[in-house]
């Protein structure tokens, strides 16, 4: 900060536009960029009925619906209105089961 203050001082009219700090050798590419492009093809997408493998009782849960991390281990979880309430399904591996 006393460098930077130091500096100032020198200069009583400091460059107060931002064009020219752009144009600063500093902040020239060192090397040229270029960004990877997709694949042409894409990626092959196909949507499969899971529902009745993904829930126990997939009948006895509807929405509103949230989806939480509750552990913070990456496995996305379900909080669903059930007839009597709200029930936390857990997701394990990709089956929800209600938790207890």
Do not use: W
């Amino acid at each position: 900060m006393q460098a930077h203050q130091q500096i100032l001082a020198k200069n009583s009219n400091p460059p107060s536009d931002p064009a020219l700090f752009e144009r600063c050798k500093y902040t020239q590419p060192i090397i040229a960029f270029t960004l990877d492009q997709p694949e042409r093809r894409g990626v092959s997408v196909h949507f499969v009925e899971a529902t009745a493998t993904a829930f126990v009782r997939p009948s006895a849960y509807h929405g509103p619906l949230g989806v939480l991390d509750y552990n913070h281990d990456g496995r996305n979880s379900l909080f669903v209105m059930e007839t009597n309430g709200f029930r936390l399904l857990n997701n394990q591996n990709g089956r929800f089961r209600p938790a207890r």
